[in-house]
Structures are given as structure tokens and as C-alpha cells.
């Protein structure tokens, strides 16, 4: 029922900026929580950063790898969420992917939780 779509992923080089969007169609008033997860070769689907309205007020989270250098943002009227990612680092390297759950309470960082995904973005940090 859900669909996410998920752009904005390219080459940048160290220190740079990209910013990733999500549109979500579907069933959207469903997604009380929206997320970005990425996945480096080789490693296990980690979290990002998490757009939260389960209490009817927003709530955004971060992993501690991205705090101050990334930013989730939520355009209800367009149905997107976003991900403005500054101070890119190598490291960052990933394909980055937008999840989105209609439960009320959940573990925000635990991929598991999240019913609906992306197909993915790739984004490239160069050094």
C-alpha cells in the first residue's frame, strides 16, 4: 500500500553536501514514523536519523555518526521527507534508504520495526 521513492543520491566529494528526498504515496497518513537507514557493503543496515509524529508532535533522532552534520526534515503537504547531509565523509558511503511505520510505539533504530521501504539511493563520498 506504501510506496517510497527515494532520490537525490550522487558523488560528493569530501566535506560537501547532498540532500536526499523521500516522496511517500499510498496510505501516507499512516507513516508515524520515517527514517533513513543506510547500508555499506559488507555491514548491516544501520540507522540515520528518524522523523517522528507517534505523539502528534514532531520528534527527530539522530545517530551519533551524523548528529550536527545531517538533518531530517518532513514536507507534509508534498509528502516527503528529507534528509540534508553536509560535512559528507567517506565513511558515509552507503546506499541510503527511507522506511516509514504505522505503529504507535516503536524502536526508532531498529530496522525491523519499519513495515514499508525504499529501493534505495547510493550515495558516494570521494576523499
Known amino acids: 500500500q506504501v510506496q517510497l521513492v527515494e532520490s537525490g543520491g550522487g558523488l560528493a566529494q569530501a566535506g560537501g553536501s547532498l540532500k536526499l528526498s523521500c516522496v511517500a504515496s499510498g496510505g501516507t497518513a499512516a507513516n508515524i514514523w520515517m527514517a533513513w537507514f543506510r547500508q555499506a557493503p559488507g555491514k548491516e543496515r544501520e540507522p540515520v536519523a528518524c522523523?517522528?509524529?507517534?505523539?502528534?508532535?514532531?520528534?527527530?533522532y539522530y545517530a551519533d555518526s551524523v548528529k550536527g552534520r545531517f538533518t531530517i526534515s518532513k514536507d507534509d503537504a508534498e509528502n516527503t521527507l528529507s534528509l540534508q547531509m553536509n560535512s559528507l565523509q567517506p565513511e558515509d558511503t552507503a546506499m541510503y534508504y527511507c522506511?516509514?511505520?504505522?505503529?504507535?510505539?516503536?524502536?526508532?533504530?531498529?530496522?525491523?520495526?519499519?513495515?514499508?521501504w525504499g529501493q534505495g539511493t547510493q550515495v558516494t563520498v570521494s576523499s
Open positions: 522506511a516509514s511505520s504505522d505503529r504507535y510505539g516503536i524502536i526508532w533504530s531498529r530496522a525491523h520495526y519499519y513495515q514499508y
Open positions: 522523523f517522528s509524529v507517534s505523539t502528534g508532535t514532531a520528534v527527530t
